[in-house]
């Protein structure tokens, strides 16, 4: 089944303990997303890649890094989580080329940082 | 700048039609998606526009006037199963990005009995 996948689902932690949030996709797309989504904001992109080893910021990356080591794997990392990170947090990804190039979530991480 | 507008919320019998309306601003437009959102799950993709015109896919239909910057979403037939928030999205351009997305904050529709 062609999906999006992250782990872990829900997570909380304390400020300040590095954690990884891991994103996979199965459909050979070139193009990977992060965004958070809180309430009355909408999503917002935090990071994305073009390619492998093709990253850059997106509107809100400040407190995380990201990686495209492989075509499948994008991985966001907080190394310093604070309380303001605390959102619900969608991995996406989408062909460069096809009719539409509509980006496919995964089913959504939600961290408490406290 | 970028700005997406759409309403916060919108109330609905089943059975109706609904129209949900979208106006953005953007310094580079590539086209617009529309995303259906049910509560703590992912976006799902439902409808794109670059042209202007209507395109309908099955009881839903959404439209683009890129000279107004301006969109809508109609959903027919309305059933209780459409209670969702509805995204707007518009795609830009430029900057070395062939795939961003600028988000609206969604319009929570409620389809009552």
């Known amino acids: 089944e062609a999906q999006v996948t992250q782990n872990p689902r829900y997570l909380i932690t304390v400020t300040g303990k590095k954690l990884t949030v891991t994103c996979s996709q199965n459909?050979?797309?070139?193009?990977m997303s992060w965004y958070r989504q809180d309430p009355g904001l909408g999503l917002r992109q935090i990071y994305y890649?073009?390619?492998?080893?093709?990253?850059d910021k997106g509107d809100v990356p400040e407190g995380y890094k990201v990686s495209r080591k492989e075509k499948r794997n994008f991985p966001l990392i907080l190394e310093s989580p604070s309380p303001n990170q605390t959102s619900l947090y969608f991995c996406?990804?989408?062909?460069?080329?096809?009719?539409?190039?509509?980006?496919?979530f995964g089913p959504g991480t939600r961290l408490t940082v406290l | 700048g970028q700005n997406i507008d759409q309403p916060t919320e919108m109330t609905a019998t089943e059975g109706a039609i609904v129209q949900i309306n979208c106006t953005y601003q953007?310094?580079?437009?590539?086209?617009l998606f529309w995303y259906q959102q049910h509560a703590g799950e992912a976006p799902t993709f439902l409808s794109y526009?670059?042209?202007?015109g209507l395109e309908e896919k099955g009881r839903f239909s959404s439209f683009l006037s890129r000279s107004k910057g301006y969109s809508y979403l109609l959903l027919k037939e309305l059933q209780m199963k459409d209670s969702a928030s509805y995204l707007c999205?518009?795609?830009?351009?430029?900057?070395?990005?062939?795939?961003?997305?600028?988000f609206g904050t969604g319009t929570l529709l409620a389809v009552q009995p």
């Open positions: 953007t310094s580079g437009f590539n086209g």
């Open positions: 890649s073009m390619n492998v080893e093709v990253t």
């Open positions: 996406a990804s989408s062909p460069q080329r096809g009719p539409y190039n509509e980006q496919f």
């Open positions: 526009n670059v042209l202007d």
């Open positions: 999205a518009v795609r830009e351009i430029g900057g070395g990005a062939t795939n961003k997305l600028i």
């Open positions: 459909m050979n797309h070139e193009y």
